[in-house]
Nanobody
Framework: QVQLVESGGGSVQAGGSLRLSCATS????????MGWFRQAPGKEREFVAT????????YYADSVKGRFTISRDNAKNTVYLQMNSLKPEDTAVYYC?????????????????WGQGTQVTVSS
């Protein structure tokens, strides 16, 4: 059974930082790309970032490029999202997900396992 558990969310003022973690189990973690998505109230889930199986290739949504960094530690079966210079519009529930293969996707359809989400709230 594949499990993903996010942590690290919370409340922060604009300009602050948070680091999200996503611990996985039940699948050969290093064989798959990983992604982070987010969903704000009343909005659809949107792509944030993705990292390749070996951590060497990353892609970001334009809205977070230059502020967020995705990384992974295959020895710990964990993927991270470092979020700096946070803005109120970053407020959302953040989800990590395991891709269906080594390929990286910006669409949620490319991922088949999801965590339960962690809330990030940024106040102005």
């Amino acid at each position: 059974q594949v499990q993903l558990v996010e942590s690290g969310g919370g409340s922060v003022q604009a300009g602050g930082s948070l680091r999200l973690s996503c611990a996985t189990s039940g699948r050969t973690f290093s064989s798959y790309a990983m992604g982070w998505f987010r969903q704000a109230p009343g909005k659809e889930r949107e792509f944030v970032a993705t990292v390749s199986w070996n951590g060497k290739i990353t892609y970001y949504a334009d809205s977070v490029k230059g502020r967020f960094t995705i990384s992974r530690d295959n020895a710990k079966n964990t993927v991270y999202l470092q979020m700096n210079s946070l803005k109120p519009e970053d407020t959302a529930v953040y989800y990590c997900a395991v891709a269906r293969s080594t390929l990286q996707y910006a669409s949620s359809s490319g991922y088949d396992y999801w965590g339960q989400g962690t809330q990030v709230t940024v106040s102005s």
